[in-house]
Structure formats: C-alpha cells, structure tokens
T-cell receptor
Framework: GEDVEQSLFLSVREGDSSVINCTYT??????LYWYKQEPGAGLQLLTY?????DMKQDQRLTVLLNKKDKHLSLRIADTQTGDSAIYFC?????????????FGQGTELSVKP | DAGVTQSPTHLIKTRGQHVTLRCSPI?????VSWYQQVLGQGPQFIFQ???????GRGNFPDRFSARQFPNYSSELNVNALLLGDSALYLC???????????FGQGTRLTVV
C-alpha cells in the first residue's frame, strides 16, 4: 500500500541547520515533494525531486533521496524563525500523476531565537 | 499572476446540509485536484480532474462529488454533511496530469 511517514516535531535554534526526514513505501513514485504550511494557510510548494536523482539543492534547501531505503530528507541551512511551520513530504504514487499526491502527517518545525 | 483561488474562505454549515466549494486554477493549468485536511493530519486526496474528466478518486463516500468546467475551474460538492466533514478543503492546480501541484489557501468548513 501507499504510506508516507514523518516524525511529528523538530525544534532547532535560529542559525542551525534543520533536517526533516520522511519514509515512503511506493517505489514506483516518480516525484517526491516537500510542502510548507503556515498556520491557517494552504500549502506552499518548496521543492521536489525526481526519483532518478540523489540530491537537489535550491538556495538554503537540500533534498536527499535514498531510493534503496525509500528515505527522503529536507535540510534547511541557516534556519530562521520565519521557517517555523509544518513541513509535509508527499509522493506522487503509482499513477505518477502530479495532481494525485500521498502526504505524510507533517513535521512541525519550531525555530527558537 | 493570480495563484489558485478558492471560495469561500470560511463556511459554517449544519449537519445534513449540502455545501459547494469553488476553485479557480492558475491560468493555463488544466488539472484540478481536491484534498481534505483534517486538523493535525496531512491532506487526503479526494478527486483529480483533467480536461473536464475525472481522472482519479480517493477513498471518500459518494456524498462527495466534483466537476470541472470548460474554463477549468472546479466545484466540490458534499451532500448530507456530517460533523466529521469539518476540515480544510484544499484545491491544487497543475499544468498537466504529471506536473507539480500548486495549492490554494483552502476553504475552512465547520459542520455543527
């Protein structure tokens, strides 16, 4: 079956790096995504990675993909208080349709000054 | 450029009533998907529409229905509302069926 798992909470100090982890079960997923959700808001697409890539870097964000272990991580460098939010990992599932995503429960990132 | 817009932003309904939620995708996007996000959980897929046809359906009862119009906007309808339907309903648009999805701000539905 399809399932995405994340740890629920992460607390870091401002200026440190944050690493949010995710495991997924559907090895046929073509895309893996990271979304950010601030309180009372919708989801903001942060970045995504194709399943044939190992790493993708986008400014302060680094995504690492280990296909063998079905493990995805998001590293945020120089974490700021404005990065406090819930981060969702999502996979595209076996149909590989960008509009049909399977989400984890989300990791709440708390950044302390 | 306008992003994905949803209306209304908030809604309160009584058990047993019917509700219609609306979504306008990003200009040029032809796919719209609907998700339900219950408090404290990740979004759950309800429907995907592409080129006005239903292309996918999640594990939701028949009380949930949707459609996509010629201008690619979409409506989500829920009949016979239950307390458990209280959630944030999110609409996402994508250029095609296999491209990244961009979400709107959602409609917060409260059923009392």
């Amino acid at each position: 079956g399809e399932d995405v798992e994340q740890s629920l909470f992460l607390s870091v100090r401002e200026g440190d790096s944050s690493v949010i982890n995710c495991t997924y079960t559907d090895s046929s997923s073509t895309y893996l995504y990271w979304y950010k959700q601030e309180p009372g808001a919708g989801l903001q697409l942060l970045t995504y990675i194709f399943s044939n890539m190992d790493m993708k870097q986008d400014q302060r964000l680094t995504v690492l993909l280990n296909k063998k272990d079905k493990h995805l991580s998001l590293r945020i460098a120089d974490t700021q208080t404005g990065d406090s939010a819930i981060y969702f990992c999502a996979e595209s599932g076996e149909d590989n349709q960008g509009g049909k995503l399977i989400f984890g429960q989300g990791t709440e990132l708390s950044v302390k000054p | 450029d306008a992003g994905v817009t949803q209306s209304p932003t908030h809604l309160i309904k009584t058990r047993g009533q019917h509700v219609t939620l609306r979504c306008s995708p990003i200009s040029g996007h032809k796919s719209v998907s609907w998700y339900q996000q219950v408090l404290g959980q990740g979004p759950q897929f309800i429907f995907q529409y592409y080129e006005k046809e239903e292309r996918g359906r999640g594990n939701f009862p028949d009380r949930f229905s949707a459609r996509q119009f010629p201008n690619y906007s979409s409506e989500l309808n829920v009949n016979a509302l239950l307390l458990g339907d209280s959630a944030l309903y999110l609409c996402a648009s994508s250029l095609g069926m296999n491209t990244e999805a961009f979400f709107g701000q959602g409609t917060r539905l409260t059923v009392v």
